[in-house]
C-alpha cells in the first residue's frame, strides 16, 4: 500500500503473447472493442467465423480461385488468340486435304469451283501469284463477314461487364476469323519470291506465318503431307501421328474410293 502522494511508477509491459494466442491487454480492457461488453476481452463466435472468412476470402469479396480470379483471367486472355490461331491453321489443313485428296473436277457445281483451282495449284503453283487481291481473298472474306458482324453488334450492344466476361472467348474467335481471313494470302506469300514487303520475310522466318521453304515440302508428288497452309505449326506433329492417313484409310475402307485418284489424273495428263 502507497502513502498519500507517492507515484506508482511506471506501468509494466505486458508480457509477450504466447505462439497462437492473441495479444491481451488493451482489447481485454477496453472489452467492447472486440468483445460483447461485458469486459472479459473473448470475441463472440459469430465475429470470429466473419474474420475467418475474410481471411479466405480476397478484397473485393470474389473467389480466390476459379474463373473469377483475376490472374486466370488474364492468363485465358494469353492463349485465347493462339488457340484461334492453331485452329483456324488446323481448319486450312483439314480443307486443304479434302480439297486435294477428294473428289473430281467433274462433280456439278463444287468441281469446277473448288476442286478445280487445287488441282491447277499442283500442276502450276505459281498460278496463285497472278491472282489479284478479290480474287485471291474473296471467298474466305465472304466466309467470316457473319461472324464478324456479330462480334462487332456484341461490342456496340453489350456493357463493359458482359464484355468482360466474354473477353477470353471472343480473343479466340477473333483470332480465328483474322486468319481464315487471311490463309489464301498467306498461301499466295509462299509461292511468292520476289517483291514481298519485308514485314512479310520477316514473319515468314520466323514462322509466324506459313514459311516457303516450309510449304515446298507439300508440293512434292504425290502432295500427301503438310496440308495446313495458315501457320504450318501443326503439320509437323500431325505427320509424325499419321493423322491424314488415319482419315484415308478410313474413308478408303468406308466407301472404296482411292485418295488422290483424280489429282494424279491430271498431273499425269500430257495431251
Known amino acids: 500500500m502507497l502513502p498519500p502522494g507517492a507515484s506508482a511508477g511506471p506501468a509494466r509491459p505486458a508480457p509477450p503473447a504466447a505462439p497462437g494466442e492473441r495479444p491481451r491487454g488493451r482489447d481485454m480492457a477496453a472489452g467492447t472493442s472486440t468483445g460483447t461488453g461485458t469486459g472479459t476481452g473473448t470475441a463472440p463466435q459469430s465475429l470470429q467465423h466473419g474474420e475467418r472468412e475474410q481471411e479466405a476470402e480476397p478484397e473485393g469479396g470474389s473467389r480466390r480461385w476459379g474463373a473469377q480470379h483475376a490472374g486466370a483471367r488474364e492468363l485465358a486472355e494469353l492463349y485465347s488468340p493462339v488457340a484461334g490461331v492453331i485452329t483456324a491453321d488446323f481448319l486450312s489443313g483439314l480443307f486443304h486435304w479434302g480439297a486435294d485428296t477428294w473428289g473430281s473436277v467433274e462433280l456439278p457445281i463444287v468441281g469446277k469451283a ?17 491472282h ?25 450492344s453489350f456493357s463493359p461487364e458482359a464484355l468482360y466476361e466474354t473477353c477470353p472467348w471472343e480473343c479466340y474467335v477473333f483470332a480465328l476469323i483474322i486468319f481464315i481471313t487471311m490463309t489464301n494470302q498467306i498461301h499466295k506469300w509462299s509461292h511468292t519470291y520476289f517483291g514481298l514487303p519485308r514485314w512479310v520475310i520477316f514473319l515468314q522466318d520466323w514462322h509466324i ?25 501443326l503439320n509437323y506433329p500431325l505427320e509424325k501421328i499419321g493423322f491424314w492417313r488415319c482419315l484415308e484409310n478410313i474413308i478408303q475402307g468406308l466407301t472404296g474410293e482411292k485418295p488422290r485418284a483424280d489429282d494424279m489424273k491430271w498431273a499425269q495428263k500430257i495431251k
Open 114 to 130: 473448288f476442286i478445280r483451282p487445287f488441282r491447277e495449284h499442283h500442276i502450276d503453283p505459281t498460278a496463285i501469284t497472278r
Open 132 to 156: 489479284d487481291f478479290i480474287e485471291t481473298n474473296g471467298d474466305n472474306c465472304f466466309m467470316t463477314l457473319v461472324p464478324l458482324a456479330n462480334m462487332a453488334y456484341k461490342f456496340v
Open 209 to 233: 506465318i506459313l514459311p516457303r521453304k516450309h510449304h515446298r515440302i507439300h508440293h512434292v508428288s504425290p502432295h500427301e503431307t503438310y496440308f495446313c497452309i495458315t501457320t504450318g505449326w
